[in-house]
């Protein structure tokens, strides 16, 4: 009988099969007992890694397509978990530590306060943009001619409108088509984009409820979740809570320094819109803090329109107020995005852009904030990774240095 434990030494059979330049290694060992045989393969560190990555990517795959129908809600949970959390910490403080009921009543107040103002702002939404349309199919095209040799008379873009108008040979009808067929695209858009959020915020019933019953265990449970996540990154305890403040800045400067500065600034461009009776104050709003996620133009891509607006149809107190209410809501982005984000870890603009685009084209209207953290989180990993290497090549220069200094001393 062939036996790993006899008196002559470990024996047995190995078969070796070469994996790339690595050999897979293979141990068959036969018990010792004449009543029972056993047989155990031993395999390769390569063999063992390589199937655990193939195992955690399958999962993983797996795991995402379970998901899959669940994104929405997820999304909406985390992202109101997120902006809960600093409520539920000090409510749970004020409940001597009763985390299940501070997390309950949060819960239950969030359709009333933060749920139901956004349906009601995607209802007001559609019914403007309606409205818009409408204002716009009513305008007086007639006045064209007018406005145009207005445009003209002014000393250096009037050659321009003149050459424009020479070359071109545009008329009011054609004017009249252009408007109308804008208008009826708008109105498409428009509409899908206010429903969307609608959709975005409520969704079915059963994904309202289901985004509810995530926020509750998000906020119970949603820090010892992360800590059991980051505890598998293979770093030491001192960079390992580097990197757990790093991205929750990098988190708080996207959430608080880009979407609710946006926000912000959609508020006052709405308000401005009111003031100068212009229409659909609360589209225009809604789309100045979609806007204000794009770097340099920013709110100034509805408000600078308007303005000129304002100006061609001789309302010129409007059009100064507006302009200059344009300046104060382009000077509050350097107010309010050091205020909420308090400085603490710088946010690419670029990464904010691309990751609204790309949010909002993959996640619906949540990806306006979900788009721009999960690429602002890759970017600190990369920074954060990049910091760590750099500090290794700078402990292994000076040891380098003192072993080198040693025998000279």
């Known amino acids: 009988m062939i036996s790993p434990r006899s008196a002559a030494g470990q024996s047995g059979l190995r078969l070796a099969a070469r994996h790339g330049r690595r050999p897979v290694r293979f141990a068959l060992r036969f018990s010792s007992e004449p009543d029972r045989r056993t047989v155990t393969i031993v395999y390769s560190p390569f063999y063992r890694r390589a199937f655990l990555v193939g195992t955690v990517l399958v999962l993983g795959y797996a795991l995402l397509k379970i998901l899959d129908p669940f994104w929405g809600a997820l999304g909406w949970a985390a992202f109101l978990a997120f902006f809960l959390y600093p409520v539920h910490k000090w409510l749970t403080a004020k409940l001597k530590g009763r985390v299940n009921l501070s997390a309950g009543i949060i819960t239950g107040l969030t359709p009333f306060v933060v749920i139901a103002p956004l349906a009601v702002l995607g209802i007001v939404f559609a019914r403007q943009v309606a409205n818009l349309i409408e204002y716009l199919r009513s305008l007086d095209y007639s006045t064209y001619p007018e406005i145009l040799a207005r445009l003209e008379s002014y000393p250096v873009v009037g050659r321009v409108f003149g050459w424009l108008r020479d070359e071109l040979s545009i008329t009011a009808e054609q004017v009249r088509g252009w408007a109308i067929d804008g208008a009826q695209s708008l109105l498409k858009s428009a509409a899908s984009v206010g429903s969307n959020m609608v959709l975005g915020v409520v969704g079915t019933l059963v994904g309202f409820f289901l985004m509810l019953f995530l926020l509750f265990f998000l906020l119970r449970d949603?820090?010892?979740?992360?800590?059991?996540?980051?505890?598998?990154?293979?770093?030491?305890?001192?960079?390992?809570?580097?990197?757990?403040?790093?991205?929750?800045?990098?988190?708080?400067?996207?959430?608080?320094?880009?979407?609710?500065?946006?926000?912000?600034?959609?508020?006052?461009?709405?308000?401005?819109?009111?003031?100068?009776?212009?229409?659909?104050?609360?589209?225009?709003?809604?789309?100045?803090?979609?806007?204000?996620?794009?770097?340099?133009?920013?709110?100034?891509?509805?408000?600078?329109?308007?303005?000129?607006?304002?100006?061609?149809?001789g309302r010129w107190g409007a059009a100064a107020f507006l302009a200059i209410w344009a300046a104060v809501v382009g000077f509050s982005d350097n107010i309010l995005r050091p205020v909420l984000t308090a400085q603490r870890a710088p946010v690419s603009t670029l990464a904010v852009f691309v990751g609204v685009i790309g949010g909002v084209a993959t996640f619906g209207f949540i990806g306006l904030v979900i788009g721009p953290v999960l690429l602002s989180l890759i970017v600190a990993l990369l920074r954060f990774a990049e910091e760590t290497l750099a500090g290794a090549d700078r402990r292994r220069k000076g040891a380098r240095a003192a072993a080198k200094a040693g025998p000279e001393e």
């Not at 100068?276 to 329109?305: D, E, H």
């Open 222 to 313: 949603g820090r010892s979740m992360l800590m059991h996540v980051v505890r598998l990154v293979p770093l030491d305890d001192s960079r390992r809570r580097a990197l757990i403040v790093y991205l929750a800045d990098v988190t708080r400067a996207v959430v608080y320094g880009s979407a609710l500065t946006a926000l912000i600034q959609g508020a006052l461009v709405g308000i401005g819109f009111a003031i100068a009776q212009l229409p659909a104050p609360v589209v225009f709003g809604v789309l100045a803090a979609i806007a204000a996620f794009i770097p340099a133009a920013g709110t100034g891509l509805v408000l600078v329109p308007a303005v000129l607006y304002l100006a061609l149809v």
